[in-house]
């Protein structure tokens, strides 16, 4: 299994950033991707998951509404959109390979099980 993020960077406060991942070495539809990310001296937190057999997608309470998951089947990537980004969203991303999505009570939670990449920073700026 690989996954490979791409697409971080440094933005302003209220800006837009679209992560990438190329997902390679597994079934796509047998396994549910998502982002999770973490920011230094925090727990990882869960932001998006997608099932990648019918679609559905799952978020974090933080991102809800400000970020999509979405992905393209035919090139094995998924992406990430992320909108109204705020200073707190500053963190690494990882883009996960997972059973399935974690949800609880409708908030998508991160599992800690299956595989993930190396990560892209994101750096929010007031």
């Known amino acids: 299994v690989q996954l490979v993020e791409s697409g971080g960077g440094l933005v302003q406060a209220g800006g837009s950033l679209r992560l990438s991942c190329a997902a390679s070495g597994f079934a796509f539809d047998d396994y549910a991707v998502s982002w999770f990310r973490q920011a230094p001296g925090k727990a990882r937190e869960g932001v998006s998951c997608l099932v990648s057999r019918d679609g559905r997608t799952f978020y974090g309470d933080s991102v809800k509404g400000r970020f999509t998951i979405s992905s393209d089947k035919t090139k094995n990537m998924v992406y990430l959109q992320m909108n109204n980004l705020k200073l707190e969203d500053t963190a690494v991303y990882y883009c996960?390979?997972?059973?399935?999505?974690?949800?609880?009570?409708?908030?998508?939670?991160?599992?800690?099980?299956?595989?993930w990449g190396q990560g892209t920073q994101v750096t929010v700026s007031s």
């Open positions: 996960a390979q997972e059973r399935y999505c974690t949800d609880d009570g409708g908030t998508y939670r991160f599992s800690g099980f299956g595989s």
